[in-house]
């Protein structure tokens, strides 16, 4: 039944990311930076405009920034993979340990999301334009629109 969550929790949040790459228009002119950090390599800080990003990880970890005209900062720790994508304004900061894999994206002006995991298992907290959504191991807040959820601890919140 666990195996069978993950894997419907793993196709759910494909599709959610493939939705979401149609739905958000590109900036043509915009210069995005990545900042990717595979196990055991160095810390990685980039601004080019607008666009600035950051990783952090361990010898066991990966982690992965992007920002598009926004900001996304990742640090995995403990086994742990993260993502943050920061879009068009937006601010994402993606904080993993112990297994987690937690990821967040914020696209548009004032966007912040925040997710933090620790321990195994998927998490996503979205943030869409003026919005705050916050998700960590004891709860999630959405103060606008967005959506955040975790498939460790089965929190999650729309706004």
């Known amino acids: 039944m666990f195996h069978t969550?993950?894997?419907v929790g793993g196709?759910?949040?494909f599709g959610f990311a493939c939705a979401?790459?149609?739905l958000v228009p590109g900036t043509a002119s915009a210069a995005p930076v990545a900042c990717t950090t595979a196990p055991g390599g160095a810390d990685i800080?980039?601004?080019?405009?607008g666009s600035?990003?950051?990783?952090?990880?361990?010898v066991a970890s990966a982690a992965a920034g992007l920002g598009l005209e926004g900001w996304g900062s990742a640090?995995?720790?403990?086994n742990a993979a993260a993502l943050a994508l920061g879009l068009n304004g937006g601010t994402a900061v993606?904080?993993?340990?112990?297994?987690g894999a937690p990821a967040a994206i914020a696209f548009g002006p004032g966007a912040v999301a925040q997710n933090t995991a620790a321990g195994l298992g998927l998490s996503i907290a979205v943030a869409a334009p003026g919005s705050t959504i916050t998700l960590t191991p004891t709860g999630a807040v959405c103060d606008g629109a967005g959506i955040a959820g975790s498939f460790t601890t089965l929190q999650?919140?729309?706004?």
Do not use: H, P, Y
């Open 94 to 99: 993606s904080t993993g340990s112990f297994g």
């Open 45 to 49: 800080a980039a601004l080019i405009g």
């Open 20 to 22: 979401f790459a149609v």
């Open 156 to 159: 999650g919140c729309i706004g």
């Open 5 to 7: 969550k993950r894997i």
């Open 52 to 58: 600035q990003c950051d990783s952090s990880a361990d």
């Open 75 to 78: 640090e995995a720790m403990n």
């Open 11 to 13: 196709a759910a949040a």
